[in-house]
Nanobody, 117 residues
C-alpha cells in the first residue's frame, strides 16, 4: 500500500554532509510516521530518526544536533529527507527508510553511507 525508495547515500570523508531522501508513493495519507534506521554488519538495525505526519521529529542521541529530518507532500508523493552533517566513521552503514501506516510498516531497499576517517 506504501512503497518507499531511498537515495542519497555515498562515500564521504569525516566531517562532510549527506542528504538522504525517501520517496513514498501509494497510500501516502495513511502514513503516520516515517523513520530512518541504520544497519551495520553483525548488528541489529538501529533507530536514527523519525518524523510524524505532523512534522514532529525524534532523534537517537548519536544523531541529535547533527541530523535533521524533514517531510513534505507534493501531489500524491511524500518526500522525507534526512540531512546529515558532521559525519563520523561510526555513521557508516546501510540506511533504511520505514513508514508506519494504517496497513502496517513498509521498508525501502536501503542506501549505503560510508564515512572514511
Amino acid at each position: 500500500q506504501v512503497q518507499l525508495v531511498e537515495s542519497g547515500g555515498g562515500l564521504v570523508q569525516t566531517g562532510a554532509s549527506l542528504r538522504l531522501s525517501c520517496v513514498a508513493s501509494g497510500r501516502i495519507f495513511s502514513i503516520k510516521m516515517t523513520g530512518w534506521y541504520r544497519q551495520t554488519p553483525g548488528k541489529q538495525r538501529e533507530f536514527v530518526a523519525n518524523i510524524t505526519s505532523g512534522g514532529i521529529t525524534n532523534y537517537a542521541d548519536s544523531a541529535k544536533g547533527r541530523f535533521t529530518a524533514s517531510r513534505w507532500i507534493d501531489k500524491n508523493t511524500a518526500y522525507v529527507q534526512m540531512t546529515m552533517n558532521s559525519l563520523k566513521p561510526e555513521d557508516t552503514g546501510v540506511y533504511y527508510c520505514a513508514a508506519d501506516h494504517f496497513y502496517g510498516t513498509s521498508w525501502g531497499q536501503g542506501t549505503q553511507v560510508t564515512v572514511s576517517s
